[in-house]
């Protein structure tokens, strides 16, 4: 009987500039193609964000910046500038580069009884940008992996896709006892955002963040003991009344989000069928979430904290403990919505918040569709000395 894949040496990245949500704030309600509506808006939506820090990998959004040329912020006269989509995906195609090896080359790293030559499979993700060759291929040229690793880009899927990429690891496992996949993502949501009045567009404004990550899946069984996620099962389910509430589009002047208000309300109407699958199919599991209370059986949540106002409904629906959110809630705090990294970033948390071995992980996201993906994991860890 082959081993079940486990997901190791989880590493994670945010660029070096730092965004006070607070300063952020001012400068979008400073805007002055703003009417007075918007900049109410603009407030309130950045101030019940839960978010006090991001990450940008655009150095001139920075208050202390002073560029010469600015293309994202002219610093001088408080002014958010408009590029076009191409300047913004070269500046995606510079930029992400650097963290995909980077953050590749950590996870290998971190890994004792794995090197570059281990690596069979490739999985990058990402919605913030395009190029080819792309970014699975500079992972490749850039560590010195096989020209015969086998290579996949899942893009444009939205905040979600490090679910399917992970499910899709664990198959590859599956079907090769000797696979060593690597999983990447890196989301520069930044480089999107822009001066509007559309509350879509500003709540979008408020909560996106760039940020990388990266991990091992294998079912090898390999010597050093590591804490991992043993991948146990992996569910989709799609939510069709919400199609036009959120959604990934490209404009004249960057990628477009759809956000709606309306998202957390969705999320909670659905979510018990939704993640009723996950659980039915294992021997107490179920029994726990038809009587309201998984969160007992299930003793860490992986939400990806796509607004405060989804944790908050998750939370309320699933009946879960401040703490059961709490590693969520400190993610988005951090480092705001980081699209599909940001739940890798919650699972990392977990593993360094002490949990313990056997612990039942459960990690959900939730992107355009209105998709929901889900899993069920288990902690793998070695014997506490």
Not at 114 to 132: E, K, N
Not at 134 to 151: N, T
Not at 205 to 220: E, K, M, P, Q, Y
Request: aromatic share 6%; net charge negative.
């Amino acid at each position: 009987m082959s081993r079940p894949p486990v997901l190791r040496s989880l590493q994670t990245i945010v660029p070096d500039t730092v965004l006070v949500q607070e300063q952020v704030r001012d400068v979008f309600a400073q805007q002055p193609d703003l009417g007075r509506l918007a900049q109410r808006i603009v407030t309130t939506s950045f101030n019940v964000s839960g978010i006090d820090t991001r990450h940008t990998v655009i150095d001139e959004l920075s208050l202390d910046s002073d560029v010469t040329d600015p293309v994202f912020f002219d610093r001088r006269t408080g002014m958010l500038l408009a590029p076009g989509t191409r300047a913004r995906n070269d500046f995606y195609s510079r930029e992400a580069t650097k963290l995909f090896v980077e953050a590749a080359r950590r996870a290998i790293e971190a890994d004792p009884d794995l090197d570059p030559s281990d690596v069979t499979h490739v999985i990058t993700v990402s919605c913030t940008g395009f190029h080819a060759p792309g970014p699975e291929y500079e992972i490749v040229r850039a560590l010195g992996l096989s020209d015969a690793v086998q290579r996949f880009h899942l893009g444009f899927m939205g905040c979600y896709a490090s679910m399917p990429a992970l499910r899709a690891a664990s198959q590859f496992c599956a079907a090769d006892e000797n696979a060593v996949v690597l999983v990447v993502s890196v989301e520069l949501c930044t480089l999107h955002l822009r001066s509007s009045e559309n509350p879509d567009t500003i709540v979008a404004s408020s909560l996106f963040a760039d940020g990388a990550a990266a991990g091992i899946v294998t079912a090898r069984d390999l010597p050093s003991p590591m804490t991992a996620l043993r991948l146990d099962r992996f569910h989709t389910a799609i939510a069709p009344e919400g199609e036009k509430d959120m959604a990934w589009t490209i404009g004249d002047t960057g990628f477009e989000m759809i956000l709606s208000t309306a998202v957390p309300q969705i999320i909670g109407e659905t979510i018990i069928g939704a993640l009723r699958p996950l659980y039915g199919a294992e021997e107490g599991l179920g029994e726990a979430f038809e009587a309201g209370n998984v969160g007992e059986a299930v003793q860490h949540w992986a939400i990806h904290p796509g607004g405060r106002s989804i944790l908050d409904k998750v939370q309320e629906r699933l009946h879960l403990s401040d703490a059961q959110l709490h590693p969520a809630r400190e993610v988005l705090r951090e480092n705001g919505n980081m699209s599909s990294a940001t739940v890798l970033f919650v699972l990392k948390h977990i593993l360094e918040e002490g949990a313990s071995a056997g612990d039942r992980v459960s990690a959900m996201a939730f992107g355009p569709g209105l998709t929901a993906e889900s899993a069920l994991m288990t902690v793998v860890a070695p014997p506490r000395s």
